[in-house]
Nanobody, 123 residues
Framework: QVQLVESGGGLVQAGGSLRLSCAAS????????MGWFRQTAGKEREFVAA????????YYGDSVKGRFTIFRNSAQNVMFLQMNILKPEDTAVYYCAAGRSSLLSLPSAYTYWGQGTQVTVSS
C-alpha cells in the first residue's frame, strides 16, 4: 500500500517556475515506477512525465519536453516535478501516481494516486 500526497501547486505568471512534490508513505516506494498526470475540467487525464524505479530513465509528454523535469529521492520517499517556462495551457490539477506497469504514459498503468494539486498559470 502506498499513499501519495502532492504539494507545491499555486498561481504563477507565464514564464515562471514551480516545483511540485509528491510525498509517499510505505516502505516499498522505491520499487514503484512513478508518474505525473494533469487534468482540466471536461478533459481526460494527460500524461506529463514518468520516472523508472532506478531514477535514471525518465519520460515526458510532448507538450512539456524541454521545460519539465521529473526526479525522485527514493531514500526520502519523495518525487518532484520541476516545471519551467510555464504556459497558460499548463493550468490543470496535477496528480502523482505510483505503479509497476511499464506502460508509463497510461493512467491505467498506475495503482495509487494522490489527491492532486492545482497549478494555475496566468498570461
Amino acid at each position: 500500500q502506498v499513499q501519495l500526497v502532492e504539494s507545491g501547486g499555486g498561481l504563477v505568471q507565464a514564464g515562471g517556475s514551480l516545483r511540485l512534490s509528491c510525498a509517499a508513505s510505505g516502505r516499498t516506494f522505491s520499487s514503484y515506477r512513478m508518474g505525473w498526470f494533469r487534468q482540466t475540467a471536461g478533459k481526460e487525464r494527460e500524461f506529463v512525465a514518468a520516472i523508472d524505479v532506478n531514477g535514471v530513465n525518465t519520460y515526458y509528454g510532448d507538450s512539456v519536453k524541454g521545460r519539465f523535469t521529473i526526479f525522485r529521492n527514493s531514500a526520502q520517499n519523495v518525487m518532484f516535478l520541476q516545471m519551467n517556462i510555464l504556459k497558460p495551457e499548463d493550468t490543470a490539477v496535477y496528480y502523482c501516481a505510483a505503479g509497476r506497469s511499464s506502460l508509463l504514459s497510461l493512467p491505467s498503468a498506475y495503482t495509487y494516486w494522490g489527491q492532486g494539486t492545482q497549478v494555475t498559470v496566468s498570461s
